[in-house]
């Protein structure tokens, strides 16, 4: 199986978990793009739902498949969020952004009753940092926040180049207006006490590292689906189920 069949192979298990009447919080990705594809398909024959997208993207994707489309304004809670991510470590703990809609995804699956990572398996780590760190930043103060930044990773023993994101030789934008910086800072053992730097400054709006968020995790392989339950409380153990 390739690549993108894996991902369809993931978007299709996490669709048994969408219910009629649902309110859904819709990833941005190509992971996610598989996962509206085959949800706009239910959505064809009956099945009632209202999304709430994570970026311009996603909503665009959304409209021209039919997916019917809220805000969070309109709709503030939701009952589950399917997304995709960059690295998943065996807490389930993720780091997101890639893409570049971290700050929606993560208010969007904070909205949420459950959020379901949908995945291959290239995504699984055991400690996450191999992927370059997320962190959407203010425009204003740009630089004296790449600092804070460095010093910030500094104070917790990590370093490794933070650059700015570039797209067609501009800086990359994102939905909100923002910046982003990817930082390449290796593993990240400690991923609590990086967010809680990282937030200390006050040019960044928002991180790529998904702490509690997700309580599930649906990873396609070679041998099949797997998924993976997020501990309900710290220190109690992860459950592996693979179907
Ligand atoms: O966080 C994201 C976007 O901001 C994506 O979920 C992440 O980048 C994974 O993308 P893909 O499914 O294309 O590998």
């Known amino acids: 199986m390739d690549a993108r069949q894996l991902k369809v192979e993931a978007a299709r298990a996490a669709l048994a978990h969408v219910g009629s009447g649902m309110r859904l919080g819709i990833g941005t990705g190509t992971t996610a793009d598989e996962f509206v594809r085959l949800l706009a398909e239910k959505v064809a024959t009956g099945l009632a739902v209202i999304g709430v997208p994570t970026s311009e993207r996603t909503a665009a994707l959304c409209r021209e498949?039919?997916?019917?489309?809220?805000?969070?304004?309109?709709?503030?809670?939701?009952?589950?969020t399917i997304d995709g991510a960059d690295e998943i470590d065996p807490a389930l703990t993720l780091i997101k952004g890639g893409g570049g809609a971290l700050l929606r995804e993560k208010i969007v699956a904070a909205a949420s009753q459950r959020m379901i990572v949908i995945a291959d398996q290239s995504k699984m780590v055991?400690?996450?940092?191999?992927?370059?760190?997320?962190?959407?930043?203010?425009?204003?103060?740009?630089?004296?926040?790449?600092?804070?930044?460095?010093?910030?990773?500094?104070?917790?023993?990590?370093?490794?180049?933070?650059?700015?994101?570039?797209?067609?030789?501009q800086p990359f934008v994102t939905d909100g207006g923002h910046l982003i910086l990817d930082a390449s800072f290796g593993r990240i053992p400690d991923t609590r006490a990086l967010s809680n730097a990282l937030f200390a400054i006050p040019g960044v709006v928002e991180h790529g590292l998904f702490i509690g968020l997700a309580s599930t995790a649906i990873i396609a392989g070679g041998d099949g689906i797997q998924t993976v339950h997020a501990a309900r409380k710290p220190g109690s153990s992860i459950d592996h189920d693979v179907a």
């Open 65 to 80: 498949l039919g997916v019917p489309l809220s805000t969070l304004e309109e709709t503030p809670e939701l009952d589950l």
């Open 126 to 169: 055991e400690t996450l940092g191999r992927f370059p760190l997320p962190i959407e930043v203010n425009k204003f103060g740009l630089r004296a926040t790449e600092i804070a930044v460095a010093a910030a990773a500094a104070s917790l023993g990590l370093a490794g180049p933070v650059t700015l994101r570039m797209t067609g030789g």
